[in-house]
């Protein structure tokens, strides 16, 4: 079956520390998307690529990082710039030029203490 | 900028109830619309989505959404809600954003609380 693996599920992690959430899709996409969700907030675009060794930032980038060295994956690192890290991170991707129709994945839940 | 409100945080109905979850949208052009549903620590399942015609679309689950134009709206329908609909579901809007490309704008959110 064909779709988006995020792992892990759960991801905790001490302060300061760097994270790196992993992102990988078999739906033959161009373009992936990362969202961060927090209660009450929806989801916000984090970065995007839409095609491989490309991305942009999104509305949220500070503290984040990416890369996109293969079509199907799109690694998301948190680092330790980001001031608020905790919270629920889910990954898309879409057809190239058609990112009005996003598939998502499952999620990981990152706790930072 | 594209923007999506859902104003209504949080919903309570009685199972067997019907079920209207309002979305007003902002966007300069034809929107593409959706509605996401996702159960607690879930990704976003699609239920339905309008891209162009017949306003009224049908989704999976039994969900509908009706796309208005006038008012700027795309509310989502259900006749008789089961226990299982319990989950938070989010409007967007896929809007153009350059270089060929789309994105989607989300709205905050509904939260549906269904009472046995």
């Known amino acids: 079956d064909g779709g988006i693996t995020q792992s892990p599920k759960y991801l905790f992690r001490k302060e300061g520390q760097n994270v790196t959430l992993s992102c990988e899709q078999n739906?033959?996409?161009?373009?992936m998307y990362w969202y961060r969700q927090d209660p009450g907030q929806g989801l916000r675009l984090i970065y995007y690529?839409?095609?491989?060794?490309?991305?942009q930032k999104g509305d949220i980038a500070e503290g984040y990082s990416v890369s996109r060295e293969k079509k199907e994956s799109f690694p998301l690192t948190v680092t330790s710039a980001q001031k608020n890290p905790t919270a629920f991170y889910l990954c898309a991707s879409s057809i190239a030029g058609q990112g009005y129709e996003q598939y998502f994945g499952p999620g990981t839940r990152l706790t930072v203490t | 900028a594209q923007s999506v409100t859902q104003p209504d945080i949080h919903i309570t109905v009685s199972e067997g109830a019907s079920l209207e979850l309002r979305c007003n949208y902002s966007y300069g052009a034809t929107p593409y619309l959706f509605w996401y549903v996702q159960s607690p620590g879930q990704g976003l399942q699609l239920l339905l989505k309008y891209f162009s015609g017949d306003t009224l679309v049908q989704g999976i689950k039994g969900f509908e959404a009706e796309f208005k134009r006038s008012q700027s709206s795309f509310n989502l329908r259900k006749p008789s809600v089961h226990w299982s609909d319990a989950a938070e579901y989010f409007c967007a809007v896929g809007a153009y954003s350059g270089a060929g490309s789309y994105q989607l704008t989300f709205g905050k959110g509904t939260k549906l609380s269904v009472i046995p």
């Open positions: 690529s839409q095609i491989v060794n490309d991305f």
């Open positions: 739906l033959n996409h161009d373009a």
